[in-house]
């Protein structure tokens, strides 16, 4: 029943389009985004922040899931009602950010692992009992001064896939996220040859500890130019480098593949999602997203951290989220912004 179950969860959450929003930011990092409108990082402002997502009226039309963080998992409506009661009641499934960061790996030159797997079983039983029905862990790989090794790959693909075991043991669905970041001067082809390797090396390591892949989703970036790269590629070949990528490295029993929108600005992270999913061919997986800022970030500029402007930054999150899931239907088009 179990299997069944995560099979179907799976399946949710890249159902038709609708995909994941996530809302996991760390203390840290929310407390740069609660900065940017000069409202102080209080455990009440971060609630409230995060009930005006939630409770934003039709978000159930184009999200299937959210990502919570550790506190927000434990934190509950104005009303008193917790926050992963309340997603399920609006037909939302809640879902929990289970990695403990970045530390700096050892003997590499400045790669990165990503910390959490002591304690990992208990915690996500935990998780459980708190209502998760799906989780995310983050592997974090950079491009530039001879990184990659694949010392640093292998490490972070054998953590990803520890991760993923121990969430289906717990029944819970695993979105299992290797993100290629898109800061530095590479070019969309460099993107791609690390993004294919990548996915080619987590993938053996998912088979080796016997994840099932029908019941995970994978959360990957887009074969992207880097930030700082003088030619930008534009969406076409976003698209085509990527499925394309993908076709080579992702097996077709994995039912869905949710992009991180990865510092993309929200009309860019758009324009690239509905190339990838405009095209005639058919992919073997459901292709959608699971966005951060590329959801949130007109919402929070509208709050401002002000109780008379929730109704307004209600309707910027539902308008980002109605292009967003026009995006993953491939039917968004740039005159939609305005």
């Known amino acids: 029943m179990a299997s069944v179950l995560m099979e179907d969860i799976a399946a949710m959450l890249v159902a038709d389009k609708k995909g994941i929003l996530a809302a996991d930011e760390s203390t840290g990092t929310i407390a740069k985004r609660l900065a940017s409108i000069s409202v102080e990082s209080t455990e009440e402002n971060r609630r409230k922040y995060r009930e005006l997502l939630f409770t934003t009226e039709g978000l159930s039309d184009y999200i299937s899931g959210v990502i919570l963080y550790d506190e927000t998992i434990r ?14 009641d609006e037909g939302i499934i809640p879902g929990i950010k289970v990695d403990k960061g970045t530390s700096l790996l050892p003997f590499s030159e400045g790669e990165m692992i990503t910390e959490g797997l002591d304690g990992l079983r208990e915690r996500l039983n935990e998780y459980v ?82 994840v099932v892949l029908e019941q995970m989703l994978l959360k990957p970036n887009m ?82 951290g002000k109780d008379e402007n929730v109704t307004t930054a209600q309707e910027a999150l539902i308008r980002r989220a109605r292009l967003v899931s026009a995006a993953r239907q491939g039917i968004y088009s740039a005159n939609m912004e305005n």
């Open 75 to 88: 934190q509950s409506t104005s009303d008193g009602q917790p926050f992963a009661e309340y997603l399920m």
């Open 129 to 210: 009992e708190l209502g998760a029905k799906f989780a995310k862990w983050r592997a974090v790989i950079r491009i530039g001064h001879g990184a990659p090794s694949q010392y640093g790959l292998d490490t972070n693909a054998h953590t990803l896939a520890r991760y993923a075991a121990l969430c289906q043991e717990a029944g819970l669905v695993p979105i299992v996220e290797p993100e290629v970041l898109m800061d530095g001067e590479h070019d969309i082809d460099e993107c791609y040859a690390v993004t294919e390797t990548v996915l080619k090396t987590v993938f053996d390591e998912l088979y080796k500890q016997r």
């Open 223 to 304: 074969v992207i130019s880097g930030l700082e790269c003088p030619e930008q590629a534009d969406a076409y070949e976003v698209s085509t480098k990527t499925l394309y990528c993908f076709e080579q490295t992702v097996p077709a029993a994995v039912q869905g593949i949710v992009f991180l929108s990865g510092g993309q600005d929200e009309p860019t992270a758009c324009a690239n999602l509905n190339a990838i999913n405009g095209g005639e061919k058919k992919a073997p997986w459901e292709l959608s997203y699971s966005y951060g800022r590329a959801l949130q970030g007109s919402a929070l500029a509208t709050w401002q």
